[in-house]
């Protein structure tokens, strides 16, 4: 699978905006985009010309594809899934991504970024439902549980989210932290996305 080995802040100042792919270091003074916020390279200081419709189009994309961390063809699977279910493309495009269960293991506040929940998920760390499930873009559903390794428990960062030192969750998402534990209780809904994504601007980019 490619594999993206830069900077992820470069991707932040490229979009202009925190997409949270660095953990704590996003939320604190030493975020790339609070002091470095054009975009990198040897031109980014220069003056922006206005984009086009086009562009703008084209980096709302690229914002929500790096933002959740898919590539392309990824994107376009769930862009062409979103498209077949009923109710607003947009918005169900935005479901379908909250739905990973790479992303939900980072809203549970169970790691630092997504790219951190797609390793532990990867290397068998989480289960569902009891079973273990390696694989990020599983399609997580109302009322399954999402817990932790048991032998995958004993380390500093499990132990500050038992104290209730982690991220706040979702109100489609049930954290029991002390058990280290999380149930999906409801399936998410728009106003619980809080990256600024202006999704029709995507759809109008693959309407095109």
Wanted: glycine residues 8%; hydrophobic residues 30%.
């Amino acid at each position: 699978m490619a594999r993206y080995t830069d900077s992820v802040c470069r991707q932040c100042r490229r979009e202009g905006a925190k997409l949270f792919l660095k953990g704590d270091r996003c939320y604190g003074p030493k975020c790339a985009v609070g002091h470095r916020p054009t975009p990198p390279g040897e031109h980014g200081q220069a003056r922006q010309r206005k984009q086009s419709e086009y562009g703008l189009q084209l980096r709302e994309k690229q914002k929500t594809r790096r933002a959740y961390g898919v590539l392309e063809t990824q994107f376009l699977r769930y862009f062409n899934a979103a498209e077949r279910m009923k109710g607003i493309t947009g918005e169900n495009l935005l479901r379908l991504l909250e739905r990973r269960l790479d992303n939900v293991v980072y809203r549970c506040g169970f790691a630092h970024s997504r790219a951190h929940a797609r390793q532990m998920v990867l290397h068998g760390h989480i289960r569902v439902n009891g079973k273990k499930v390696n694989i990020p873009s599983y399609q997580v559903s109302a009322g399954e549980e999402i817990t932790i390794r048991e032998s995958s428990t004993d380390n500093e960062f499990f132990k500050a989210l038992r104290e209730g030192t982690g991220r706040i969750v979702p109100k489609w998402l049930a954290l029991d932290a002390p058990n280290l534990k999380a149930t999906v209780s409801a399936m998410p809904q728009r106003d619980d996305i809080d990256l600024s994504i202006q999704e029709h601007l995507i759809v109008e980019l693959y309407s095109r």
